[in-house]
């Protein structure tokens, strides 16, 4: 059964950085690509970055690109988020997802991704 569980939310100042962790069990992650979301209230969830587990290639939305960066720990089975220069508009709960790298689907695409964690609380005060 895959489990994925996110750490490393809190409160923090606008500018600050902050890291987040996602520890996944369950099955082998090579073929798959693990993805960070978040979801403010009252909003969508949305896509942040994702990492492909087999190459490391990355991929990250507009609005965080330059700022945050999604890195992974094959060996532990961690992707990690490093939030750098954090807005107030980065306040949301952040969720880790993960799906097989094939499909017909972007990998910025939500409904692409089968499981998901419960997700972390980012609260970044301005």
């Known amino acids: 059964q895959v489990q994925l569980v996110e750490s490393g939310g809190g409160l923090v100042q606008a500018g600050d950085s902050l890291r987040l962790s996602c520890a996944a069990s369950?099955?082998?992650?090579?073929?798959?690509?693990m993805g960070w979301f978040r979801q403010a209230p009252g909003k969508e969830r949305e896509f942040v970055g994702v990492i492909v587990w087999s190459g490391g290639q990355t991929y990250y939305s507009e609005s965080v690109k330059g700022r945050f960066v999604v890195s992974g720990d094959s060996a532990k089975n961690t992707v990690l988020l490093q939030m750098n220069s954090v807005k107030p508009e980065a306040t949301a709960v952040y969720y880790c997802?993960?799906?097989?790298?094939?499909?017909?689907?972007?990998?910025?695409?939500?409904?692409?991704?089968?499981?998901w964690g419960q997700g972390t609380q980012v609260t970044v005060s301005s």
């Open positions: 997802a993960a799906r097989r790298l094939r499909s017909a689907w972007s990998v910025s695409n939500k409904d692409s991704y089968g499981y």
């Open positions: 369950g099955r082998t992650f090579n073929s798959y690509a």
